[in-house]
């Protein structure tokens, strides 16, 4: 009960000021600005590494041989094509998209970009 009175009686609170309000809502937007950037960031990175991959040459050819009468191992190989999505700059920014899953245009009109 005494902690309880002490609580009550306790005039060092926070007091909410307008001051407090415009620099808490600063450092917000600053924060989701900041981890947009991050997240663009981490995306290219990741492209960076799945196009450093992609690039790997992975062809192979190996001969066979034979001796006379006993035995012979047959060649073989692979060769590696470039795929697809193996370039650098396969990340292409998009517009906004609609509830129904369609892009939007600059005045927020439905644009298939599928359709060209």
Not at 28 to 35: F, I, R, S
Not at 93 to 109: A, C, I, N, R, W
């Amino acid at each position: 009960m005494k902690t309880f009175q002490n609580l009550l009686g306790d005039e060092a609170g926070f007091i909410v000021s307008a001051e407090l309000v415009l620099v808490a809502t600063i450092a917000v937007l600053a924060m989701v600005v900041g981890m947009s950037e991050v997240s663009s960031a981490v995306n290219q990175e990741m492209e960076d590494v799945g196009s450093a991959v992609g690039s790997v040459q992975q062809s192979f050819y190996y001969s066979g041989i034979q001796s006379h009468g006993k035995g012979a191992l047959y060649g073989s190989g692979f060769e590696d094509y470039s795929d697809h999505c193996d370039s650098q700059f396969d990340l292409v920014p998009t517009g906004p998209v609609s509830e129904d899953g369609k892009y939007l245009d600059q005045d927020h009109h439905d644009y298939d970009y599928d359709s060209e």
